[in-house]
């Protein structure tokens, strides 16, 4: 199977390379290339899938929906040229395969056609682009899903009538135009990104598969709360266990700058409520994304008079009320398990720490991604597993109100898994895709 995967968003790229990697691993391996629609797709150089076509970094980061103004900067940047481009691109990889197939008929070869199809992962603009391809496609639908407008009871409040007002009179999250392009012959599977969800686009005649969310894959750690945490210096390493006491915060403030270091900044001030109010020792894990500068983050730190200990780490306070930090750069998966809540103002992050099945609060920025209406609208799509405050001296309060009733700690456990699903989504969707029946 020859395959062209479409991907829109750093988050979704991430989600392609699982799925993308699982098909290298099946029997017959599939011959891989990409397309990432925004982005210069780092993650798929670096994983040795070939791009085709043009890439380039849009100013927005391709959060042109949060903001108009974002969208005429993009245009400004040369989003039309871009698109126009890659669509081009796409058409003569599906040519190629066409052309391809036409010749093998032709010769009579006994050797097997390879199948060709676009695997689309993002939301309607992969899509889209998929369709236009004229070839067989899968659709990875990681936007949307079915939380936004109701959960398992009913739907949910919203502020206004005419929010979602579409969606509310077509019973569905996909507008009818998604629906169309998902329902099309040339669509063989849609993997949407939970059970709800699943169900209701089965409801509309379109093939989904309901097999998990592939965001949940990658984040095993072997380690536990009590395991030493190792932070090396310039001459000795320091090695200290997280004490049974202290209360472990995951710090997740973004991985795109400069947003994320304007998150740092309130996410610290939560922080210096938290340690003023706390009776016992707080440690916080930052979990902090390669493509950011630490200096940055140090000087924030060093301003709320951090006094650091190691290249990494950092502590304040005194006796036994003395608090820690850790960045933790490149150790993601270890912060969300060591964690037992998290102060959070990010997309992707903040849904594998709910996942894991522990709470997350929440704090609206300025965006371009997480921005007041992104901050509500992830409250419908996570539940009771995210709390939201609008302002970071709220932090500390609500951590402590939430600790103290451990029957909404069972709750929070229970909706994280049932909305983010199991691990192994990759390797489901990828078996799926090379039993497909694509002509």
Not at 154 to 183: A, H, N, V, Y
Not at 187 to 214: E, H, W, Y
Not at 352 to 362: N, R, S, Y
């Amino acid at each position: 199977m020859r395959v062209l995967c479409l991907s829109n968003g750093h988050g979704e790229d991430a989600i392609a390379i699982r799925i993308l990697r699982e098909l290298q691993q099946q029997p017959t391996p599939a011959d891989l290339t990409a397309l990432p629609i925004v982005g210069e797709g780092y993650a798929y150089t670096n994983s040795g899938i070939p791009l085709i076509g043009s890439v380039k970094a849009m100013p927005s980061g391709g959060f042109i929906y949060q903001d108009g103004r974002q969208l005429a900067r993009d245009i400004r940047g040369g989003l039309l040229q871009l698109t126009l481009a890659q669509l081009r691109a796409i058409r003569a990889w599906a040519t190629t395969a066409e052309t391809q197939k036409h010749r093998v008929t032709t010769s009579h070869s006994p050797l097997p056609t390879p199948h060709s199809l676009i695997l689309a992962v993002g939301d309607i603009v992969p899509l889209l682009f998929a369709r236009l391809s004229g070839l067989p496609y899968a659709f990875v639908g990681t936007a949307k899903s079915e939380y936004y407008l109701r959960d398992e009871v009913g739907w949910l409040p919203r502020k206004s009538w005419w929010d979602d007002r579409i969606e509310r009179w077509t019973g569905c999250i996909f507008q009818p135009w998604e629906r169309w392009l998902m329902s099309h012959p040339n669509c063989k599977a849609v993997f949407p990104r939970d059970t709800i969800t699943a169900m209701s686009l089965k409801r509309q005649g379109i093939p989904a598969f309901d097999l998990g969310n592939p965001m949940m894959d990658g984040l095993e750690w072997e380690g536990g709360k009590d395991q030493e945490l190792r932070m090396k210096d310039k001459n000795e390493a320091l090695a200290f266990s997280l004490s049974p006491l202290a209360l472990t915060i995951a710090l997740l403030p973004g991985s795109r700058p400069p947003e994320a270091y304007a998150n740092w900044e309130t996410i610290l001030q939560g922080v210096n409520g938290m340690i003023a109010q706390s009776p016992r020792p707080l440690t916080f894990l930052a979990a902090i994304a390669s493509g950011l500068e630490t200096e940055t983050l140090h000087k924030a730190l060093m301003a709320y008079r951090w006094q650091q200990l190691t290249e990494d780490s950092y502590t304040v306070g005194l006796g036994d009320r003395k608090s820690t930090l850790v960045l933790a750069q490149r150790r993601f998966a270890e912060c969300l398990h060591r964690a037992d809540v998290a102060i959070a103002m990010a997309g992707t992050a903040t849904e594998q720490f709910v996942g894991l099945g522990k709470p997350a609060i929440i704090i609206p920025g300025k965006g371009p991604q997480f921005t007041p209406g992104f901050a509500e609208a992830q409250t419908r799509l996570l539940g009771a597993s995210v709390m939201l405050v609008k302002e970071p001296d709220r932090v500390a309060a609500v951590i402590q109100s939430l600790l103290q009733n451990p029957d909404a700690l069972q709750t929070i456990a229970e909706n994280g898994r049932r909305r983010m699903g199991a691990p192994g989504a990759a390797k489901r969707i990828a078996q799926c895709l090379m039993e497909l029946h694509v002509p």
